[in-house]
């Protein structure tokens, strides 16, 4: 070979291994990793799923992502193909307490246009109801390819085409109706068609809707969760014109009740409605004052409030509405975690409406969950205020819940959770004794076996120097000690045990250190 065919053929093998792994740069001062990442052959749009050939030399996860979200992406490591052009994939490596964070590698590869033949096409609703009945036509986005004509979906929302390509397509959809609403105007859907990708979800946004929150409080800013809120809408007044409202007619003077509904405030006091908007609701002559009318009320034992307020569809998205300030419940307590069925307190105090303390009020503890509290246990549930207005509750909670104090004619309180440990909690010191090509390990119980006692041990080992956990299996057993078999002399290993009950897997145990003789 003369010298200079040897020189093509170094810089030529130097050029093609720098394709292959980029080194990495010591970004966070750790070890340097590189990514190797193989070219991908070109794909078409009818190419399946599949898993990027790239690696780390650290032997870290690759995180994958797509730098041309119109050809390509990633869905859960996989790359999917969307339509046509380069797709560009991107690995990466943010290292970890040993390695550094390895330069990022892009590949690309093209994906190229293929046709299918005798699809099978469904048509439904981002909720999942079919689209019976509908005229569907189509195109590519570049105009090569369309249909020839529109044709109707069947019963079934599906609908077969002779041919279409594969990858990114724009369905025309024609005027449909769902429930009470009609979209009588065509409107487009993208969809990317493959093989295995053959629904097309119609995102159905009902025209003549409007979303409203309402905030409902005292003057002081406390939420009203007893309160019922009921939403009459629409109240249409009519003028001198004429309403058209679905086939009905609203003549001068009638009024047009539509969605009539009760509603309860969430744990913060708020309620969010979605609500006929009357501004979609045309005159056909003449002027309309269209109206929402939102009625708010209180009714618990002796202690009745009510509020009406009416408002129209074009003001603020958000509402206040302040009833008069009530007797309420406020707790002193706040969220906890706790071990299962271990004894809890929490006070209450009833203060009346001027936020002096209410004496002699009964209250009850109320959990969100059944059977959130053990029987096991001496509870108070229900006591009564004294002078100070207090009154305390004892329980033994046994399943997370929130918990809210109420009573007669008064507000009860916002909630507290009390998250309850089902699992046991770590064994305890562990130890471990070197034999010959095994290690004999020994610890402590748990100091909490909260849902149950312990059923088995898991053990767990790797060598020194290793980020891989093995599961040492010697069946289920609650003993406190074991000896791991099948070790190497003289190689330094780490091990750590996790519990387990019948509600699941305590965190694993501190970490003990054996070499095998």
């Known amino acids: 070979m003369t010298k200079s065919r040897l020189f093509v053929a170094i810089v030529t093998a130097a050029l093609l291994a720098e394709l292959h792994a980029v080194p990495a740069?010591?970004?966070?001062?750790?070890?340097?990793?590189?990514?190797?990442?193989?070219?991908?052959?070109?794909?078409?749009?009818?190419?399946?799923?599949?898993?990027?050939?790239?690696t780390a030399s650290s032997g870290l996860p690759v995180t994958f992502t797509t730098r041309t979200e119109t050809v390509c992406e990633v869905d859960e490591g996989m790359v999917v193909v969307i339509d046509i052009g380069t797709c560009t994939i991107r690995a990466s490596q943010d290292g970890d307490d040993t390695y550094a964070a390895a330069t990022p590698v892009d590949r690309n590869f093209t994906v190229s246009r293929v046709l299918l033949r005798n699809v099978?096409?469904?048509?439904?609703?981002?909720?999942?109801?079919?689209?019976?009945?509908?005229?569907?036509?189509?195109?590519?986005?570049?105009?090569?390819?369309?249909?020839?004509?529109?044709?109707?979906?069947?019963?079934?929302?599906?609908?077969?085409?002779?041919?279409?390509?594969?990858?990114?397509?724009?369905?025309?959809?024609?005027?449909?109706?769902?429930?009470e609403w009609t979209r009588d105007t065509e409107f487009y859907v993208d969809s990317s068609v493959a093989p295995t990708r053959t629904i097309v979800v119609v995102q159905w946004n009902p025209p003549g809707v409007i979303d409203r929150t309402f905030h409902i409080r005292m003057p002081d800013g406390s939420p009203v969760l007893e309160a019922k809120v009921t939403m009459n809408n629409m109240l249409l007044q009519c003028g001198t014109g004429i309403y058209t409202l679905g086939n009905d007619d609203c003549f001068p003077g009638d009024r047009g009740w539509m969605q009539d509904s009760t509603y309860s405030p969430d744990e913060d006091g708020d309620v969010s409605i979605r609500m006929v908007d009357p501004a979609t609701i045309g005159c056909v002559s003449f002027s309309c004052d269209k109206r929402i009318k939102l009625s708010v009320s209180l009714a618990d034992g002796d202690l009745v409030q009510s509020q009406s307020v009416t408002f129209d569809a074009a003001d603020s998205e958000e509402f206040m509405i302040t009833l008069d300030q009530l007797p309420v419940v406020d707790l002193e307590a706040s969220d906890a975690n706790t071990a299962y069925g271990l004894r809890q307190?929490?006070?209450?105090?009833?203060?009346?409406?001027?936020?002096d303390p209410i004496s002699g009020q009964r209250l009850t503890l109320i959990p969100n969950s059944n059977k959130a509290i053990g029987t096991n246990c001496r509870a108070t549930l229900s006591a009564i205020t004294n002078a100070d207005g207090r009154a305390t509750f004892y329980f033994c909670p046994v399943k997370t819940a929130d918990y809210r104090v109420d009573g007669l004619s008064i507000i009860g309180?916002?909630?507290?959770?009390?998250?309850?440990?089902?699992?046991p909690s770590a064994p305890r010191t562990p130890a471990a004794t070197r034999k010959t090509k095994?290690?004999?390990?020994?610890w402590k119980a748990p100091a909490e076996t909260n849902a149950g006692r312990?059923?088995?041990?898991?053990?767990?080992?790797?060598?020194?120097?290793?980020?891989?956990?093995?599961?040492?299996?010697?069946?289920?057993?609650?003993?406190?000690?074991?000896?791991?078999?099948?070790?190497?002399?003289s190689r330094a290993y780490e091990f750590r045990i996790a519990a387990k009950n019948s509600a699941g897997t305590s965190a694993w145990s501190s970490a003990v250190w054996g070499t095998p003789r």
């Open 454 to 489: 312990v059923l088995d041990y898991v053990i767990q080992y790797r060598r020194a120097g290793t980020a891989t956990w093995v599961t040492f299996k010697d069946g289920t057993s609650s003993s406190l000690k074991t000896t791991v078999t099948g070790l190497a002399s």
């Open 345 to 355: 307190t929490i006070t209450a105090v009833a203060l009346d409406s001027l936020g």
């Open 120 to 179: 099978t096409m469904t048509f439904v609703t981002d909720d999942g109801e079919v689209l019976d009945g509908i005229p569907i036509a189509w195109t590519t986005p570049d105009g090569i390819y369309r249909s020839a004509r529109s044709v109707n979906t069947n019963a079934s929302g599906k609908l077969v085409i002779a041919s279409i390509p594969a990858g990114l397509v724009r369905f025309s959809i024609g005027g449909l109706t769902i429930g």
């Open 413 to 423: 309180s916002t909630t507290v959770t009390i998250s309850v440990r089902t699992a």
């Open 25 to 54: 740069q010591a970004i966070n001062g750790g070890t340097s990793q590189a990514i190797d990442f193989p070219a991908i052959a070109t794909k078409t749009t009818a190419a399946a799923p599949f898993a990027p050939p790239a």
């Open 438 to 442: 095994s290690i004999a390990l020994t």
